[in-house]
């Protein structure tokens, strides 16, 4: 797995393999956690895209999905 930024460092990153879609952020737990199994299907780069979307929500908490999807 990718190493986190250190201005990420107060997030932690959670692997699950059950979730419906590739990732989620949750700002009140200050959790990512990531579908490695559907990023991987992509290749070595659908994971890395997958963590930088999903820090993306964490650095801009309010850009909605359609902003976020055009900035990754």
């Known amino acids: ?5 250190k201005k990420y460092k107060g997030y932690k990153v959670k692997v699950d393999n059950k979730l419906p879609y590739w990732g989620d ?3 009140e737990k200050k959790l990512v ?12 780069i659908g994971l ?5 979307h ?4 964490v650095k801009h908490p309010g850009a909605t999905e ?3 999807y055009k900035k990754t």
């Open 1 to 5: 797995m990718p190493k986190i930024p």
């Open 48 to 52: 890395k895209d997958t963590l930088f």
């Open 33 to 44: 956690r990531i579908n490695k199994k559907k990023s991987l299907k992509q290749g070595k």
């Open 25 to 27: 952020t949750d700002d």
């Open 66 to 68: 359609k902003t976020t």
């Open 54 to 57: 999903e820090f993306y929500h």
